[in-house]
């Protein structure tokens, strides 16, 4: 798919990968794109030749698989390729997206563009009794041209994208009479099982920290029991990308390049509530993600048959998700963590949660490459073979459950509303903060083989061959809660413990055979008929094989809880008492969540053919 393209073929928000879809059994993802209906994490990307794979531990954090996601007027061109693809292409077991910036020439090219959207053309929400705000403005530049004629070009591009927009939420709020404890049917007292006389719940008996967090709500804006409150909650974003890319011809047989690449995305708090004199109470918090990326490539022609490139390159991208500084940090319930802005998270059921989960929260990977490769011309056939070494990290620093979660269900007073008046919690969990810093080596290796008959017959074979130990934990504080070896008796292992090779540290298999055969061929039946087939053993793209991105919540590094109660005793759980100060302590401990994982496991692995 070509730049002219790209550039006249609409694009809501100018994002290449839409096209993708024009590809026979491809649709688009959460994640970019989803191949031959596998999950969009498995498509490998690749931009100037450098692989360009986001390695957090969740591509969701980031909202994209690739890294740099270049502005379209950047783009000379990119390919989508769907099955039985060469050797030369690995870390994908679905298919692989290859997109190609451009670069400057003997004469100057530019152009500099702005797109706008606002609501004023929109159609209003049904449920919203005005028309949500938004206004999109994306614009941005291109130059190109020679630095030196005949000898060194340049080529940069910038784009600012600029939303400004609201959400309609629809939520279910409290009404004033269920605030103050008086409710239109029975509500059973937990300490008695009699109801409540004239289904009042006395004041003497609310909850205190209930009674805080109740204090955020704001009133319902309908007489409506259910649905009576709508707020256009803004989502607004502020995106920057650049690429700049430098070319130089050495002679007339050598040339090389230098391509650096940065994009910034910002986006506001989103909350489905009003935040009140400043403070948020609800919602996931603002996510900043940086990006940054390079590649230096020399190719070179050694004689007519044979030509070789070189690519060395290196990739970073950050997600930070936090609130902004407020004065609301907790509702003074023990145990739990309260320095940080919001409260702790109050699921209850038919209405909005409350507080905040899993928030501060940071993932970031990196990905150092060299990659070599020779193609060389013989007779009727080309064969190409080459190395392609990843340096992997992924590190992972997040609150998880340390602020406490506490779910009202109503088993006690069969209202969800009035449990939490109460405090009475059905369920609660905790957690200490969780940690990662995952380090991989890989190693793979390629040959390929595209050996002509004749005139109407190509056959293509080709052999690849990964090595992609799974990741190991940088100080060894994963665990692994082992119930495969001895069902019998399932034991705790700690990450190191059974030595310093690579299985015991990362508590999983080593699959040292990741061979994959490829094979092809074209045949012409005549000027307007061509059959081809394949067959191809793929491996996927995942640098957290198996649970690596859950091990770390396991003791003894790590402590996490899930309390539940007995809806026919008084509540056992109380919102205001929290959590007892030991209740992370290994040693005093309840109810802890282990995690456990096949350390046999086996990497997914998919066989295509056609």
Sequence with gaps: INNKQIEELPLNGRDYLQLAALSSGTIPSSQGVSVG??????AAFLLDGQDNNNQQISTGHTGQKEIVKPSVDAIQEFKVVTNSYSAEFGRSSSGVISVALKSGSNEFHGAAYEFLRNQKLDARNAFSAVNPPYKRN??????????????????????????????????????????NGLFSSAITDPLTTRPFPGNQIPLSRFDAAAQKAAAFLPLPQTAAATSNYVYNGPNNQDNTRWDFRIDQI?????NVYFRYSAQNLDNGVTSALPPLNGNYYTGGGAQNSVVKSFVLVHNKVWSPTLVS?????????????????????GLGIPGVTEKYPGFSQLAITGYPTLGVSNVPNSDASQNRQLTADLTWTKGSHTVKFGTQLFWLQTNFLSSQRSS????????????????FLLGGASSASLSSWSYLALRDPYAHFFVQDDWKISRRLTLNFGLRYELSPPAIQKNDTIANFDLDSNPARPVLVQAGSAGSDRASRSLLGVNNLQFAPRFGFAYSLDRKTVIRGGYGIFYSNVITLGGQQSMETNPPNNLRVSLTTDKTKPPTIVLSQGFAANALNLSNASNVTLISWDRNSVPPTAQ???
């Design 138 to 179: 994306q614009y941005g530049a291109v130059l190109g041209g020679p630095a030196i004629h005949n000898k060194t070009f340049f080529f940069g591009d910038f784009e600012v994208a600029a939303i400004r927009q609201a959400n309609t939420n629809v939520s279910t709020l409290p009404t004033t009479d269920q605030r």
């Design 37 to 42: 209906g596998q999950s969009g994490t498995q």
């Design 608 to 610: 295509q053919w056609n």
């Design 250 to 254: 050495l002679s007339d047989k050598q």
């Design 309 to 329: 490139s070189v690519h060395v390159g290196w990739n970073y991208l950050s997600w930070i998700n936090v609130f902004p500084d407020q004065s609301l940090r």
């Design 404 to 419: 406490g979660i506490f779910s009202f269900n109503g088993q006690y007073t069969k209202n969800a509303f009035a449990d």
